[in-house]
């Protein structure tokens, strides 16, 4: 009997997800009049760019750089309505910004620091560059042709002689579906995800040697790929439901959560961002949690305040930066016991929704914000007109005290 009860124990502290130990600290360094999409660190130095025009009062053209405590501009101011930078990368003495404005991608060195054109002309946004090694680059975007070259939203560039790199696929043709969505390096290959419906649970592989395209098709996967990571060897991946692991014996489903912009592994550790209000239906977080994998644990879901995230660099594991509409420095506390997140003090009904969506039990000020982190009203009502709309999924948002949840409109 007491051999029983023992392994009926184990049986239940094996079942049962339950929050672990590790605390950190969330520190607000920036504040954003638009939101930032990508965040670098380089050194000592930390890099956003996005669309806003300041970060903390201080004039930021699309892109920032916060050194020393100190926020000073880094971008490239806009000539066109509506325009925006979408990333930032280093490669040697080279570095870049790309995104929807006039030539695409602008390129300076550590011997000329004016933003010019590269020699690779596109013929739409660049969403994507990212280091190969320290004269080639992986480059994608809306883009079909580059200096002249089918490519098909994705191509390898030589940053020195200008030359391009058509990315041949194994079943014919050149290139992706469409933009990619995630670039990381594995052992033998690149593991490449898209932004798209086409084939939408696949996941293409760039052999290291070739530069050939070929694809794996995630088992189980029903929505379009959110995002990907690699540990070096195993791949991530994550559909707007579940996440799912590729090792050499195929593709498992190895946690439940929702919309994430981006996810990252570190040693067995499972870091995500984004708009994210639970994991595995039950546990709470707020819009950003770390998950160890082998104690199958939350390790940490976050902090109240935390706004909708778009973009992460986990330095290491004691050291993190998320950017939204804010930027967060993220440090290992000397405390133990993780960061709590308590449930919004309102109530949403009904939802889904299809008309009207009332707020029950508040009087306070509340935004509604997309998938994409933006904020598409602000309102003060109880009742709120959602037949402007289209279906899909939105967060309400208490801007006062930063809880949120998650509506549907069908």
Not at 284 to 311: E, K, R, Y
Request: charged fraction near 15%; hydrophobic fraction near 35%; glycine fraction near 8%.
């Amino acid at each position: 009997m007491k051999t029983f009860f023992l392994f009926f124990v184990s049986l239940l502290l094996t079942a049962t997800r339950v929050a672990g130990q590790s605390n950190y600290v969330f520190t607000n360094i920036g504040t954003a009049d638009d939101a930032s999409t990508s965040i670098t660190v380089s050194g000592d130095s930390v890099i956003t760019t996005g669309s806003y025009t300041n970060i903390n009062g201080v004039s930021c053209s699309n892109a920032g750089l916060y050194l020393n405590g100190v926020w000073s501009d880094y971008g490239i101011p806009p000539t066109v309505p509506n325009t925006g930078v979408f990333g930032y990368e280093r490669i040697g003495n080279h570095e870049f910004q790309f995104g929807n404005f006039p030539d695409y991608i602008k390129e300076r060195t550590d011997q000329d620091l004016n933003w010019d054109p590269i020699n690779l002309s596109i013929d739409s946004t660049c969403w994507m560059i990212k280091k190969i090694n320290d004269s080639l680059a992986f480059v994608s975007g809306d883009f079909t042709h580059a200096n002249g070259l089918t490519v098909n939203h994705a191509c390898i560039y030589n940053i020195y002689t200008g030359a391009v790199l058509q990315l041949p696929r194994a079943n014919g043709g050149y290139g992706l579906p469409d933009r990619a969505l995630s670039f990381n390096e594995r052992n033998n290959d690149y593991v490449v995800t898209f932004n798209g419906h086409q084939l939408m649970n696949c996941v293409w592989l760039i052999n290291k040697t070739t530069f050939a395209l070929d694809s794996t098709t995630i088992t189980g996967a029903e929505y379009a790929i959110q995002a990907a990571t690699t540990d070096g060897e195993d791949i991530y991946v994550q559909d707007l439901q579940y996440v799912y692991k590729h090792t050499i014996t195929g593709w498992t489903s190895v946690l439940k959560t929702e919309y994430c912009t981006q996810i990252a592994v570190r040693n067995n550790k499972f870091y995500a961002c984004g708009a994210i209000l639970n994991v595995d239906d039950s546990i709470p977080v707020q819009n950003f949690f770390i998950w160890d994998l082998t104690a199958d644990t939350l390790i940490n879901g976050g902090n109240s305040s935390l706004p909708m995230l778009q973009a992460m660099n986990v330095v290491n594991d004691s050291l993190i930066y998320l950017a939204g509409p804010e930027i967060y420095k993220v440090t290992l506390g000397s405390g133990t016991g993780i960061t709590p997140v308590s449930k919004p003090d309102f109530v949403v009904f009904p939802n889904p929704c299809t008309t009207h969506l009332t707020i029950s039990n508040s009087t306070a000020t509340y935004g509604i914000y997309n998938v994409s982190g933006q904020m598409v009203q602000s309102v003060t009502s109880n009742v709120i007109d959602m037949t402007q709309y289209d279906n899909g999924i939105y967060f309400l948002r208490d801007l006062k005290t930063g809880k949120t949840v998650k509506i549907i409109k069908e």
